[in-house]
């Protein structure tokens, strides 16, 4: 048993001498020195191998160091021989670039010094002519008799013509045909009574006259929709659906936005409803219009500060720079002298179509923003991107949302529905939107051109020829130019030929 504890003491104490030994200190003499010396080379053996590795490990980061610094010398030669690689020029569609703004910024830069050139140009020439008094007059050329104003206010007989039917019609005290003529007279009376009102009385001006027929155009098309969706209602009533929401079916009795609740068939068919139809900035009638949570009495100035800038901007650009170039474009039109007509078009093209973005944003943003926001109207889609427009087709699709949901919801699905083709009814959409550019120009301005109509028709063979053959930004580019030098200039026409008419003996 004393043996077995001896050797069991030699054990430990070698542990602890190969311990001692790797941490690199000198083991104590535990037994006598001749333990202690038996353990020394261990000892040494095991510190020397740690030295090997350390200075093997060096020389490795060494060699490892000297190759990258070759390789970088040869890198460093290899370029001084040499300083091409395949690759294409930025302006190359193959490059795969992608950024110019730098060339967007310049255009800009540019456009604005041009612009400015021909604004001081113009100032030196003419002097200051904007006066947003004058503007008073266009609307109440006679402030005794005002028809531009009774006009706007018999439209509410028209609303109310359209409402009394409906309200029968549910009842079921008038048969669908009944109803059915009653809208259409109601309808045609209002295409021909403000026209005939604006055609026989001298004091309607062009622009209170063109101010009223813009506004029975809309409270025309929102009475058709009016009737369409109602009738829609009875028809899916027939079908025993039970009740109807915005998508024609209400499951149930649920609060919209602002706790309001939905309102089904007939209950929709009050003064309350016809009137927030009327002014809400839509075409398209349904029983619950999307409601926004509350006024952003901010947001609802700023669009109002906007409305107001923007009008006498826009009075003040006619006044001071329409004008004068209408009125000295008349002499060359008048003596057809192509060159210089030529040159006077394009003068009137630009200040045209400046005014004519001007008008969409104080129009498509600014108002329609505000009386969404004081109705709390919750769609506010009235125009998508159609800058970037690669065909003229997608043009007419998203520049003015309201008239396109119309078209296509009132217009064109119904003619599919009865069986005719897409190009048919494409054609009878555009040939509608002619009438009732040709009306709103024609009928205010007395005389009748067909410019206007016109230029309308002609976008269905430039839709063809730009999206046939033109693509990306060759097309983008077709459609501004379009935009440019096409229907504004045919609404510069009316115009000449309106000042030929009035004032030509007085100009000359």
Not at 311 to 340: C, N, Y
Request: hydrophobic share 45%; proline share 4%.
């Amino acid at each position: 048993m004393g043996d077995w504890n001896t050797a069991g003491a030699q054990i430990t104490r070698r542990r602890r001498a190969t311990f001692a030994a790797g941490k690199g200190a000198r083991l104590l003499p535990l037994n006598g020195s001749s333990a202690a010396a038996a353990h020394i080379p261990v000892a040494a053996e095991y510190g020397a191998s740690q030295g090997r590795g350390k200075r093997e490990h060096s020389l490795e980061i060494i060699r490892r160091t000297a190759k990258i610094e070759k390789k970088k010398r040869r890198n460093d030669f290899t370029e001084q021989l040499s300083c091409h690689r395949t690759q294409e020029s930025l302006l190359s569609s193959g490059s795969g670039y992608k950024n110019y703004r730098g060339v967007i910024n310049w255009c800009v830069v540019m456009l604005v010094l041009s612009n400015a050139r021909l604004f001081l140009e113009n100032l030196l020439r003419y002097g200051v002519l904007a006066d947003p008094t004058q503007v008073i007059p266009l609307f109440l050329k006679d402030p005794y008799s005002w028809p531009a104003m009774c006009l706007l206010i018999v439209s509410n007989v028209f609303i109310l013509v359209a409402l009394y039917t409906e309200r029968q019609l549910s009842k079921g005290s008038f048969s669908e045909l009944v109803g059915f003529l009653l809208h259409c007279i109601n309808m045609a009376v209002m295409l021909t009574f403000p026209a005939a009102v604006v055609l026989l009385v001298p004091s309607v001006t062009p622009v209170g006259g063109a101010v009223v027929l813009g506004t029975y155009t809309i409270l025309l098309l929102k009475l058709y929709s009016y009737k369409d969706v109602n009738l829609w209602c009875r028809e899916m009533s027939t079908q025993k659906a039970k009740k109807l929401a915005r998508s024609l079916s209400c499951p149930a009795v649920q609060h919209l936005n602002g706790g309001e609740q939905q309102v089904c068939y007939p209950g929709n068919l009050t003064l309350k409803d016809i009137y927030y139809f009327t002014f809400a900035p839509t075409l398209c009638y349904e029983l619950n219009f999307p409601r926004s949570p509350n006024i952003r009495m901010s947001f609802m100035f700023r669009r109002l500060f906007e409305m107001l800038f923007f009008t006498q901007l826009l009075v003040g650009l006619t006044q001071q720079w329409m004008i004068p170039v209408i009125q000295s474009s008349m002499k060359p039109l008048e003596d057809m002298d192509l060159s210089r007509m030529t040159e006077r078009l394009l003068r009137l093209a630009v200040p045209n179509h400046l005014l004519w973005l001007l008008f969409f944003y104080w129009f498509f943003h600014s108002s329609l923003n505000f009386t969404a926001e004081l109705l709390r109207f919750g769609d506010r889609q009235f125009y998508k991107d159609w800058w970037n427009s690669e065909t003229v087709t997608y043009f007419w699709q998203n520049w003015n949302i309201p008239v396109h949901k119309w078209c296509i919801r009132h217009f064109y699905k119904p003619l599919l529905r009865k069986g005719f083709s897409k190009m048919v009814s494409q054609s009878a959409v555009f040939f509608l939107s002619a009438f009732f550019h040709e009306y709103l120009v024609s009928v205010p301005l007395r005389m009748f051109r067909l410019w206007a109509f016109m230029g309308m028709m002609a976008q269905l063979p430039l839709a063809w020829f730009v999206g046939r053959f033109l693509r990306g930004n060759y097309g983008n580019a077709a459609v501004w130019l379009s935009l440019i030098i096409g229907q504004p200039i045919a609404v510069l026409m009316y115009v000449h030929d309106y000042y030929v008419l009035n004032y030509g003996q007085e100009t000359n």
